[in-house]
Nanobody
Framework: QVQLVESGGGLVQAGGSLELSCVASGRTFDLHAMGWFRQAPGKEREFVGTTGSGISTVIADALKGRFTISRDGAKDTVYLQMTNLKPEDTGVYYC????????????WGQGTQVTVSS
């Protein structure tokens, strides 16, 4: 079993920056990749970015230039650095992980709220 715990969310003003963290514990050696998703009120969950062993780091096209994803393998931690935040970035941000051999995000964190005021 793998557990994912997000942290770093909060309330920020438009134009500000925020860094989210996701710490994985348990059978982390089974994880192929870890990624970030977000869900705004009234909208479906959307892909933010991913990184992992043997794959390129990917950020959604609409977020390139403002969002950056990185991974600290020694600590089983992924980060999402967000800059120039906009009100439309408001939502719950989720950490997720892909298990080797599945190709799907089978593990999810509880989410952390990000609110950007205008």
């Amino acid at each position: 079993q793998v557990q994912l715990v997000e942290s770093g969310g909060g309330l920020v003003q438009a134009g500000g920056s925020l860094e989210l963290s996701c710490v994985a514990s348990g059978r982390t050696f089974d994880l192929h990749a870890m990624g970030w998703f977000r869900q705004a009120p009234g909208k479906e969950r959307e892909f933010v970015g991913t990184t992992g062993s043997g794959i390129s780091t990917v950020i959604a096209d609409a977020l390139k230039g403002r969002f950056t994803i990185s991974r600290d393998g020694a600590k089983d931690t992924v980060y999402l650095q967000m800059t120039n935040l906009k009100p439309e970035d408001t939502g719950v941000y989720y950490c997720a992980a892909i298990q080797y051999g599945t190709g799907t995000y089978g593990y999810w964190g509880q989410g952390t709220q990000v609110t950007v005021s205008s």
